[in-house]
C-alpha cells in the first residue's frame, strides 16, 4: 500500500516535474546552427578566412596559436570569448591566468578580423563565432582536416581567471588528464585525438624542462637534442616544437609519441604502457582516422555550452564588454 502510494505519488508529480526540468535544460541549452548568420551576414566566413589567410601567412605559427586560443576559450565557461577579455584596472579576466600568461598568442588577429566583420555587418556576430570559425580555418590552412562550424554564440560578459588556472596542465599525468576532459564531457579517446592539436606550434621550455632532464620515459636523443636550446636553468621561453613538422597539421605527433618523443609530460602520458596506447598507434598508422576523429572532436569542443538567445551579447569590441 505504501509502496503504492509512493509509485503513485512518484508518477503523478515527481515525473512532470522531472520532464519539465528536462524540456526547460533542453532549451536552455543552445542549439546552434551552422547558417545561423546565412542572412544577417553571409560574407562572415569569407571574411574569416582571408584574415586567417593573412595571418598564417605572415606568421606560419598563428594556425597553431589560434586553433590554443579557442581551447582555452572553450575549456573556460565554454566557448563564450571569455578569454579575449582585457584585463582592466577594476577588471580581472583570464588573459593572465598561469596556462595564458605570456603563452597564448593571436588575440589581434581576431581584432583584426573582428574589425572587418563589424565594417561588413555591424553589431551581429560575436566574437565567440569570430574564434571558432579561426580555429577552424588555421587547421586546415596548416593541412588539416575542416569541419562544420556551428554558430549562434554570444559572448560572456564575465570572465573566471579561477577557472582558467585549472586548465590542463603539462605536468599531468594520464589519469589527470582523463580526469580533466571527462568533466567537460570528453572519452578519453576524444581527449587523445584533441591532443593532436599539438602536431603543430611550440611550446617553451619551462614547459618541459623537467621531462628532457628527469624523465626515463623519453629517447635519450631526443632529451640530448631538446636540451641544447633548453638549459636546466634560464632560458625558460626558448621555443621546441611539438613535432618534427609543427608548421603542418599531420599525424606525425602520434608517430613522435610511439618513438618516445613526446615533448611534454603530458604528451608522452598518452603512451605509456596505458589505456591510450592502442588508439596512439592506430593514429600514428593512420591520418585519416586522426583528421576524421580530430574534426568530430572539435565539433563537440566547439558546443561547450554556449551563450544563446538572449544570454550574454554581442561585443563591439572583443577586448572589452559592450
Ligand atoms: C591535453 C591537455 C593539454 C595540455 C596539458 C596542453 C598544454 C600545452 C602547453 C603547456 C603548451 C605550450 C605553451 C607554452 O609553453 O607557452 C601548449 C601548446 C599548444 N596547445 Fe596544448 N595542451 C593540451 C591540450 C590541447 C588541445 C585540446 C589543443 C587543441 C585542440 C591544444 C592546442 C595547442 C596548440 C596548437 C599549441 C601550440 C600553440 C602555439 O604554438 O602558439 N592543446 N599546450
Ligand atoms: C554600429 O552599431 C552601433 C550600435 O547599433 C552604432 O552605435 C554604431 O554607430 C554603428 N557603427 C557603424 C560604423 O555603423
Ligand atoms: C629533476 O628532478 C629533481 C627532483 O625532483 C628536481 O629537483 C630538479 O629540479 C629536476 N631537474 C630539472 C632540470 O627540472
Ligand atoms: C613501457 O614498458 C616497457 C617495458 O617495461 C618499457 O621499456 C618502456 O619504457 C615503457 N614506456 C613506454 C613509453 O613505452
Known sequence: MAASINTHFFLMITLPAILIILVFS?????????????????????IVLNGMRQAVSSDRRMGASILRLFFHD?????????????DTATFTGEQNALPNRNSVRGYEVIDTIKANVEAACNATVSCADILALAARDGVSLVGGPT????LGRRDA????????????????????????FNDKGFTPAEMTALSGGHTIGFAQCSSFRNRIYNA???DPAFATTRRATCPASGGDSNLAPF???????DNNYY????????????DQELFNNGSQDALVRTYSTNPARFNTDFAAAMVKMSNLSPLTGTNGEIRRNCGVVN
Open 26 to 46: 533542453g532549451s536552455a541549452t543552445a542549439q546552434l546552427s551552422s547558417n545561423f548568420y546565412a542572412t544577417s551576414c553571409p560574407r562572415l566566413p569569407t
Open 216 to 218: 626515463t620515459n623519453i
Open 255 to 266: 608517430r613522435a609519441l610511439v618513438a618516445r618523443r613526446g615533448l611534454l609530460r603530458s
Open 157 to 180: 560578459r564575465t570572465a573566471s581567471q579561477a577557472q582558467a588556472n585549472q586548465l590542463p596542465s603539462p605536468f599531468s599525468d594520464l589519469a589527470t588528464l582523463i580526469s580533466n
Open 74 to 86: 572553450c575549456f573556460v565557461n565554454g566557448c563564450d570569448a571569455s578569454i579575449l577579455l582585457d
Open 243 to 249: 613535432d618534427t613538422t609543427q608548421n603542418t597539421f
Open 147 to 150: 569541419w562544420t562550424v556551428p
